[in-house]
């Protein structure tokens, strides 16, 4: 199983990115995508998470109304769409799966993660 983030880059606040989640390696769709994000020197954070039947979570009142996820089944592919961000939206931010666990529910518990993309950083500028 592999997970890889992209999307990622520098924009003025109020402007809009999608951040894509690329995975491998499922045999099934038994799983929730999580989405993370870290600023450096802070814990890091849940921000969504999409579950098996499509129902989607957000951890932050601040992504409520600005972000939603979605999935592309046909090119395994979970999207991070972003908008109006603000410049504490910067971070980097992380796709994770429960994929293989027998409890596959959104969580905003990182341990119950088994697989994690690499990272994609967002800047976003006042």
């Known amino acids: 199983v592999q997970l890889q983030a992209s999307g990622g880059g520098l924009v003025q606040s109020g402007e809009s990115l999608r951040l894509s989640c690329k995975f491998s390696?499922?045999?099934?769709?038994?799983?929730?995508m999580g989405w993370f994000r870290q600023v450096p020197g802070k814990e890091r954070e849940a921000v969504s998470c999409?579950?098996?039947?499509?129902?989607?979570?957000h951890y932050l009142d601040s992504a409520k109304g600005r972000f939603t996820v979605a999935r592309d089944n046909g090119k395994n592919m979970v999207h991070l769409q972003m908008d109006g961000l603000k410049p504490d939206d910067t971070a980097v931010y992380f796709c994770?799966?429960?994929?293989?666990?027998?409890?596959?529910?959104?969580?905003?518990?990182?341990?119950?993660?088994?697989?994690w993309g690499q990272g994609t950083l967002v800047t976003v500028s006042s």
């Open positions: 999409i579950d098996k039947d499509d129902g989607i979570t």
């Open positions: 994770a799966t429960n994929y293989g666990k027998w409890d596959v529910r959104c969580t905003s518990d990182e341990s119950r993660y088994v697989y």
């Open positions: 390696g499922f045999t099934s769709d038994r799983y929730a």
